[in-house]
């Protein structure tokens, strides 16, 4: 926190604490930092001052603003400093620094040619609960003197809300590509729970149709018909593909339509597969790989012992991560489940692992149900 009882001016703190409220004001970012230097500069009275963004590693200086400077200054300047020097000092150590004599500390480069003479220095973190997103600076005092104490305070005060509005922005920014990634992973859910399974429905009536008596033309333009759908499938289940490739390189919901895809000639069907929640999202990497192993071992196990027909899988992810596996085959002896050979004493390790449970039911329709839950 800003110990403001170091500020002695009422009249300063008055300004200080309006300038603080801007934070909240629906200004654009660059704007509202260049508001914030300039009221530093005219609360501790210094001729110039610049406020630098740290880049998302935090190791050298991103955005670089300043006030005090003309246009004409800056130009003769040349390129905005990095991080070097004594504004690097505040990188590796983000502590308020305060000069007397600027070009006296034992990292100052100097400046480069054309830069306007600066003495006295007073630079402070922008950090917002403990993280730093970039650093203040503010150089030659207008009455010749040191930044004071109560300088430094100021200075703090509002790099703090600096600070806050850089995290402002960026959490809305997260917050629309949250948004913006939930409408893709809407999109592509909907193309493959109604679209495809309407148009997988249409294309078994229509192969139906084909094995009933009529005339050869007309069973053959349904024969084109059904492949015509084979291949709009296809390039539907791509665009799926492509989308969720925009939302992550291999995001977990491709990988389970992937594996689906994958076992479906060993399981002699392809399965059922659902999604709800924000799968690719909302599940850490290291519970993905275990759910991909334990769905790969449940189908894997279902394709040689089942004997069935149908699979079908479920992926819900909101409280807890749950996979649910079913079929509609003889099932499985459940008292001694994990005694029949089956892996299923892996499967149950990998849930505990994360803090998870294994368990086992008989779907109405018959056959065995495998529900592998962990904590989000």
Known sequence: MVPYHRIDNPEKLRRLMAAILMVSADIELTELLRHFIAEACSLVEARYGALGVLNAARTTLDQFLTVGLTDEE?????????????????????EPLRLADLHSHPDSYGFPPHHPPMDSFLGVPLRVRGVVYGNLYLTDKLNGEAFNEEDEAMAEALAQAAGIAIQNTRLNETARLVGLLDDRDRIARDLHDRVIQRIFSVGMSLQGAARMPGPPELLSRVGKAVDALDVTIDEIRTAIFELEDGMRERGLRRSVLELANELAPQLGSRPEVTFTGPVDSGVSQQAADHLLAVLREALTNAGKHAQASQFRIAVRVGEEIRLEVADNGRGIPLPDAEAQGLGLVNLRRRAEKLGGTLEFGVPDDGGTLLVWSVPT
């Open 74 to 94: 800056e130009q003769r300047i040349g390129p905005r400093p990095t991080g070097r020097g004594v504004l690097g000092v505040l990188i590796t150590d983000p």
